[in-house]
């Protein structure tokens, strides 16, 4: 079946500017998170979804980053504001549940901000 | 806090050899343990989880061991080949979030 996807897979835009980064969870998957993958930092966690229940977002390292998934499926990323240290990779993932249940990634957004 | 550390950063050997990459955690209540692979410029392929009952976990040239007392995962790539060169990534998940690790970056010489 199909993966996880995202888009777009590149993403270039001017500091200041707002951008919006949309993820397409597999199928069924009830849980849905958002992790960025950076030079200095590796790869960390960024938010989490699990169907109707408030969304974790305790990773999200400004109040300029915002998420939301709508109907327990897609999910956009928000970053308002942006800054050239939000230069990252934004990968999304999903699982058919949560504790312990095999994460699923998708290609990523590549975000680079001028 | 969950810390995941990979040793070594990088590792370069010539095709046929079996790979041993080494991943380390701080705390053992991890859920499970998953392997990844990432090629260069491409998101995560799910290799290898491990839960926290189980021992080990295998999948045709890999295998994956999984030791909470000691805070360690070990994985095993049998008889490599150059087109296992990538980065292999452990990540722990204590609760639904997933600690990372910087990774091994392979080099397989043909």
């Known amino acids: 079946g199909a993966g996880v996807s995202q888009s777009p897979s590149n993403k270039v835009t001017e500091k200041g500017k707002d951008v919006e980064l949309r993820c397409d969870p597999i199928?069924?998957?009830?849980?849905l998170y958002w992790y960025r993958q950076s030079l200095g930092q590796g790869l960390e966690f960024l938010i989490y979804?699990?169907?109707?229940?408030?969304?974790?977002k305790s990773g999200l390292p400004s109040d300029r980053f915002s998420a939301e998934r709508t109907g327990g499926s897609v999910s956009t990323l928000t970053i308002q504001r942006t800054q050239q240290e939000d230069s990252a990779v934004y990968l999304c993932a999903s699982s058919l549940g949560t504790g312990g249940y095999e994460q699923y990634f998708g290609p990523g957004t590549r975000l680079t901000v001028t | 806090k969950q810390e995941v550390t990979q040793i070594p950063a990088a590792l370069s050997v010539p095709e046929g050899e079996n790979l041993v990459l080494n991943c380390s955690f701080t705390?053992?209540?991890?859920?499970?343990l998953q392997w990844f692979r990432q090629d260069p410029g491409k998101g995560l392929t799910s290799l290898l989880l491990i839960q926290s009952s189980q021992r080990e976990q295998t999948s045709g040239r890999l295998n994956a061991s999984l030791d909470k007392s000691s805070g360690r995962s070990t994985l095993y790539i049998a008889a490599s080949q150059p087109g296992d060169s990538a980065t292999y990534l452990c990540?722990?998940?204590?609760?639904?979030?997933?600690?990372f690790g910087a990774g091994t970056t392979v080099t397989v010489r043909a």
């Open positions: 199928s069924g998957h009830t849980a």
């Open positions: 990540a722990g998940a204590n609760d639904y979030k997933l600690s």
């Open positions: 705390d053992s209540a991890i859920y499970n």
């Open positions: 979804f699990q169907g109707n229940s408030a969304p974790d």
